[in-house]
Structure formats: structure tokens, C-alpha cells
């Protein structure tokens, strides 16, 4: 019973701590826990006894704290005396804080207006300098001296002196209108009258200066052209250059200044100067013609109107009776083209470097017509949008020109008419021509001679493709006359005429072109006359000859064969094999031909054994057929005695001797191939005899040794 009771006390006290708990926090549980553990056996049991218990200690603890509060009371009373004094401190200083934000509010009032004050009197200040420079500007820098004024006005260009002082007082004139002025300055009085003056100054002056410059032109271009003096050549320019150049400065001051009256003046000194320039090229090429002539200037339209007939044709070859007056007239042709060259050249050339000088003809530049158009249409210049050197250096090169083109109208049809009578004046006079214009445009081009665009290039690069072409006809006439050439009637033989000339043809052209260093357009030429001749040869009939043709073809390969031989031209190594190769063939054709000739019969009679042969007939079935039996052949044989052998072979010689012509000395060289095609055609009988008339004792009544003694002796009784 009392171990139930217990039980029931401990549930009961289990279940009210838990009800107790739900008002601890986590750490007074804790400790109520602890508590419990620690008094769990004695007290439990007895939950007065540990009531009583827990109160003993209460009351313990709350007198220990109240003899700790009235130890303490005298420290609580010195703390709150502490903070009384601190909180009487805090105050004063709140008092002290607020006197010093007083005196601070009035000193920064005082900084902000100084700093105000400062302010206004550097924007014065900084006013009153730029004021100062502007007032500077306009009364110093847009201000024109007495002396620059009064040159200006006078506008004398009579003394290198007075034109430098007129440069100095243009170029003044252009920095003070070019001077930046502010747009709203420009309705000042003074400003306004300032700048007035300025432009009547300018538009007077630039009026007097082109109207002085163009006289000159005018002056320079109605002078009178010297008077010949028996030799080719063309009269200077210098002298007017250097009249002119003194206006250069003025010339690039009016550029920049007014491009629409400056880019007038070229055009006008371009018809002024043109109108010498013709007069003197003109009489240049009249010189020429006299000195090309030989003659008076009367009698130099005479020359070239002779009737048709009383001259040779164009393109024809020179006669050999006429050869060296030939030579002496192309040596004269040769000098007067170089003559002529020779003084366009530094005429072109001085001309070119003064237009580039005297008309600032330069970096930046454009085509003449292009910019004078548009600036007369109001329209702003390439110069005015870009910065100089911005432009292709082409257009510089282009405007010069344009301008030397303009200048030297007449200088390229003049000289197409003069190269035109060079041509017509000797026999393949447009080969020298070539020759001329090519080592002058080789000169042109060269390092130390004209720019390479000048218009001296352009003009012999137009002038030597018109000599090309003109070449290119004379070969085309020549090659057809020697395809179309015939042998006089009943030729008999030797060279033909085709070959004597393009002999001399090529012999003359090599000479012309020694000096050349260009070959290409001989080169072709030659191939094309070569191939031409070749032909010629190759389609001679026998209706117009009364020799072989074969011998008349191989004679005429064989001397253009040994012509190109000590000619050694190059391009024309192939015609001189195909010319050899040719000889070898209607050698071999004639040999063919005539080898048989002393042998006729018996010739024949063999030509039928290998017909029969080749038929099917056995060989030794042919000696029973009746034309080719064995009676036959012995009738043939007994026809060729060796003493007839050899007199027909010195009828031969003899034909042969007739026949070549002495010049080529072709004799023994074809009388060695005869004797050559006569053993082979010896050996070939005995062995048909041998092959087909086995066992007869059949053979021929010469042998092989007499035959060689036979030729040994005709060759040593013609030596």
C-alpha cells in the first residue's frame, strides 16, 4: 500500500513539474532538473519537508542580497552625483557649440561673398585681355603699310625691283584677308571700310597683272622666227622663260587668290606661244626636208611630185649600180632624222619644265578645262576642299599635258608628214624611220632624259606605232612581190631574183638596224621574208626554166642556206635548217633523176626484175620469163661497155656543168652525191644478178674499180 501511495506522490509531482515547466525558460528548467536530481531520494518523498526547504534557502538568499544593497547605497549615491555633474557638463558644451556656429554662420556668409567678388574680377580681367588682343588684331594685323598700298596701287611690274616689291605687297594684302575675324566685327565702320580697301586693291592690281602677263604672251607669240641658217635646228625658248619667271610668285598668288582668272591664263598663253611654236616647228621641218633633199627649197616640191614612172616604186629594193648613192643618201637620212629628234627633244622638255615652274603646275593641281569650268560655275575648287598633295600625282602630269598639247598642235602631224617623206625618200625608208624613232624613245625614256609621261613620250609612242604599222606594210608588199615572182622565160637557172633581193633586203636592214637595241619588229620582219622567199623558191615550175627545177631550187636553198650562214641572225636559225633541209631534198631529187641516165637500159631493164619481184615471182623462176631471160640481159649488158660507161658519164658531167651556176660552186659537192647514187645503183645491179641469174657467169663489163677510176679521172680533168 505505501509503495502505491509513493508511486501516486511521484506521478502527482512528475505531472506538476511538467505543468510548471511550461512557464521556465530552457535554462531555468535546466536547473529545476539539476535540483531535483540532486535532492531526488530524501526530499521526494517527502514534498513538504522539501517545500520547507527551498523556502529556508529563499530566505537566505533574499538576506544576503539585502545586506548587499545597503553595503551599496553610498556608491548609488556617489553614481547619481557622477551623472548630475555630466549631464550640467553637456550642457555647457551645447551652449559653447552653439556660440561657435554663430560666429561660423556670419564668417562663411563673409567667404562666400569674397569668393563672389574674386570671381567678377578675373572674368574683368580675362574680358579686359581678350578684349585688348581683338582691338590689336584689327588695328595692327588688319593693317595694310603706305609702301604695300602704294605698290599695290602703282601696280609697276616694269624692274625685277618693282616686281618684288609688288609680290611682298600682294602676299601682305592676301594675309590680311585671310586674317579670322569674327562675322559680327565685319559691321564695324572701320572694319568694314578696311576690308573694301583690301578688295579694291586686289581686284585693281590683279586686272593690271594679267593684263601686263598677257601682253607678254601676246608680245612673245607674234615674235619673228629666226631665219634659217642651212642647218636643222629650232630656236630656243630661254629668253621668254626667263622674262616670265620672275612672276612666279605673283603667278601662285593669284592662284590661291582668284583660281578663276588664273586658270585663264594658261589657255591664253597656250594660243599665244601655240601661234610660235607652229611657225617654228614648220620651219624645222622645212629645213629638214631641204637638207633630207640635198637641195633648194624650190626645188624640194619638185622632188617629191617627179611623175610615177620616173621614180622607183616605194617599197622596192636598190639597184646594185645604185647601192652606194644609196648608202650615202641613208647616211644622210639617218643625220637629218636624228637632227630633228634631237631638237624636239630639249625643245619639249624646257617647255614641260616651265610650264610646271611658271604655272604651279604641281603637287595639287588638277586638269585645266575641268577646273576652270568649275570655277567659273561658281563651284568650289579642289584646292579650296583638300590640302595640297591631296590629288593624284597623275593629274599634274595630265594638266602639263593638256597644256603641251595645246601649245604643239601641229608638231605631231608635221612630223608624221616628215617621217612620211623619209619613208618615200629611199628604198625602205620606213625601216629607218623605225630605227630612228626606236633609239629616240629609248633615249626619252632613259634615266636622264624627259619624265616618262611627258608629252614628248606620248607623242613618239602615238608617231612609232604609225612607223610599225607602215613597216608592217612595206614587208606585206615586199612578201607579196616575192611569192608572186616570176623567172624570166627560158631561165636558165643560177640565183633567182627573189633571192638577190631578199639578200640585200635582209644585208640592208642589218645595217640599219646596228644601232637599234631593239630588234623585235626586224626580227619579224625577217621571218616573214624569209618564210616569203622559201615559198617563192618552193613553187617554181618547170614551164619558165630550161634546166632541172630540182637543181634550180637546190642551188637557190643552198645560197640562202650559206647567206644566213655568215649572216648568224637568230630569229632566223629555223628558216636557214629548212633551207638546208630543202637543199639536201632536191639534191637527192636531181641525183635520182639523172644517176640513170648513163646506165639507161639496163636501168630499165632492172626496174622490170623488181616490178616482177614484187609481184610474187620467185627468183629463181624469173630468169625463164622471156623480156628478163638470161639472152636478154646479155643483150643489155653488151650495150654498157666500161669505154661507153665513161663517156656517159662525161656527158653527165658535162649536163651538170652546164646546168650549176659557178657562183655557188656546187659542181663537185653534186658530182661526189652522183658518184655516191651511181655505186649504190652499180651495187643493187649485182645483186639482182646475183639473187635472180645465179650460175650464168653473168656480169656486168665494168667493175667497181673501174667505175671509180672512171669519176677519179673526169673530176681530176676538170680541176
Request: glycine share 4%; aromatic share 6%.
Amino acid at each position: 500500500m505505501q509503495q502505491d501511495r509513493q508511486e501516486q506522490t511521484k506521478a502527482e509531482l512528475q505531472e506538476g513539474l511538467s505543468t510548471f515547466q511550461e512557464g521556465l525558460s530552457p535554462a531555468e528548467a535546466v536547473a529545476v532538473l539539476a535540483l531535483l536530481e540532486e535532492h531526488e531520494e530524501p526530499l521526494l518523498s517527502h514534498s513538504v519537508a522539501f517545500a520547507e526547504h527551498l523556502e529556508r534557502e529563499l530566505r537566505e538568499l533574499e538576506e544576503a542580497n539585502l545586506h548587499a544593497i545597503l553595503s551599496s547605497e553610498q556608491q548609488l549615491a556617489q553614481l547619481m552625483g557622477a551623472l548630475d555633474e555630466a549631464l550640467a557638463e553637456v550642457g555647457r558644451l551645447e551652449q559653447s557649440l552653439q556660440v561657435c556656429e554663430e560666429l561660423l554662420g556670419a564668417v562663411r556668409h563673409r567667404m562666400d561673398h569674397i569668393h563672389q567678388e574674386s570671381s567678377l574680377l578675373q572674368r574683368l580681367a580675362s574680358n579686359r585681355s581678350r578684349l585688348m588682343d581683338e582691338i590689336l588684331l584689327l588695328t595692327t594685323q588688319l593693317q595694310l603699310s603706305r609702301e604695300h598700298c602704294a605698290a599695290l596701287s602703282r601696280a609697276d611690274l616694269s624692274s625685277p625691283a618693282a616686281i618684288a616689291a609688288c609680290t611682298a605687297a600682294a602676299q601682305a594684302l592676301s594675309s590680311c584677308m585671310e586674317l579670322p575675324i569674327q562675322p559680327c566685327y565685319r559691321k564695324l565702320q572701320a572694319v568694314a571700310e578696311q576690308l573694301i580697301l583690301f578688295e579694291t586693291l586686289k581686284q585693281n592690281f590683279e586686272s593690271s597683272f594679267i593684263s601686263h602677263i598677257t601682253n607678254i604672251f601676246e608680245l612673245q607669240g607674234n615674235s619673228q622666227v629666226p631665219a634659217p641658217g642651212g642647218t636643222v635646228a629650232a630656236p630656243g625658248h630661254r629668253p621668254h622663260h626667263e622674262e616670265l619667271l620672275p612672276f612666279t610668285p605673283l603667278m601662285a598668288w593669284l592662284r590661291s587668290s582668284n583660281p578663276a582668272l588664273f586658270w585663264d591664263l594658261p589657255k591664253v598663253y597656250s594660243q599665244n606661244l601655240g601661234r610660235l611654236y607652229e611657225r617654228e616647228i614648220r620651219a624645222l621641218f622645212e629645213q629638214a626636208k631641204i637638207s633630207l633633199s640635198g637641195r633648194r627649197k624650190g626645188s624640194l616640191q619638185e622632188t617629191w611630185e617627179k611623175p610615177a614612172g620616173s621614180r622607183r616604186p616605194r617599197w622596192s629594193l636598190p639597184r646594185s649600180r645604185d647601192s652606194q648613192e644609196d648608202a650615202v643618201a641613208r647616211g644622210s637620212m639617218s643625220r637629218v632624222l636624228e637632227q630633228v629628234l634631237g631638237e624636239l627633244q630639249p625643245l619639249c622638255t624646257s617647255e614641260q619644265q616651265f610650264l610646271q615652274e611658271f604655272f604651279c603646275l604641281g603637287c595639287g593641281s588638277v586638269e585645266l578645262e575641268v577646273r576652270g569650268s568649275a570655277t567659273k560655275a561658281g563651284e568650289p575648287t579642289a584646292t579650296q576642299e583638300n590640302p595640297p598633295c591631296s590629288k593624284s600625282q597623275s593629274q599634274p602630269e595630265e594638266a602639263t599635258t593638256q597644256l603641251l598639247s595645246e601649245i604643239f598642235s601641229c608638231l605631231e602631224p608635221e612630223l608624221r608628214a616628215f617621217l612620211d617623206v623619209c619613208s618615200k625618200a629611199q628604198p625602205l625608208g620606213c625601216l629607218q624611220v623605225l630605227v630612228a624613232l626606236s633609239d629616240s624613245v629609248l633615249g626619252t625614256w632613259g634615266p636622264s632624259s624627259a619624265p616618262s609621261s611627258s608629252f614628248l613620250h606620248s607623242l613618239l609612242g602615238n608617231v612609232l606605232l604609225l612607223a610599225k604599222s607602215n613597216l608592217n606594210k612595206c614587208i606585206g608588199t615586199l612578201c607579196k612581190e616575192l611569192e608572186e615572182a616570176k623567172p624570166a622565160s627560158r631561165t636558165r637557172g643560177g640565183i633567182l631574183p627573189c633571192v638577190s633581193r631578199f639578200q640585200e633586203l635582209v644585208a640592208l636592214s642589218e645595217e640599219m638596224f646596228q644601232t637599234c637595241q631593239r630588234r623585235g619588229e626586224l626580227d619579224r620582219a625577217q621571218l616573214r621574208l624569209a618564210s616569203s622567199v622559201l615559198s617563192s623558191i618552193s613553187s617554181l615550175s618547170s614551164a619558165n626554166l630550161k634546166v632541172n627545177t630540182d637543181m634550180v631550187m637546190m642551188e637557190n636553198f643552198h645560197h640562202i642556206h650559206n647567206f644566213l650562214c655568215q649572216r648568224s641572225i637568230p630569229c632566223l636559225e629555223g628558216k636557214k635548217r629548212e633551207a638546208k633541209q630543202r637543199c639536201r631534198e632536191h639534191m637527192e631529187k636531181y641525183i635520182s633523176t639523172y644517176v640513170g641516165q648513163p646506165l639507161e637500159r639496163l636501168k630499165h631493164f632492172f626496174e622490170g626484175v623488181k616490178a616482177r619481184l614484187a609481184q610474187g615471182v620467185k627468183e629463181e623462176e624469173l630468169s625463164f620469163q622471156l623480156a628478163y631471160s638470161k639472152q636478154e640481159l646479155r643483150k643489155v649488158i653488151e650495150k654498157y661497155p666500161g669505154k661507153e660507161v665513161k663517156r656517159a658519164l662525161e656527158s653527165l658531167y658535162r649536163t651538170m656543168h652546164k646546168h650549176l651556176s659557178p657562183e655557188e660552186n656546187l659542181l663537185p659537192v653534186v658530182w661526189q652525191a652522183m658518184e655516191q647514187g651511181f655505186i649504190r645503183q652499180y651495187r643493187e645491179f649485182e645483186e639482182l644478178i646475183q639473187r635472180c641469174y645465179a650460175g650464168a657467169g653473168i656480169a656486168l663489163d665494168f667493175t667497181m674499180e673501174d667505175l671509180l677510176s672512171y669519176f677519179n679521172s673526169i673530176t681530176m680533168a676538170n680541176m
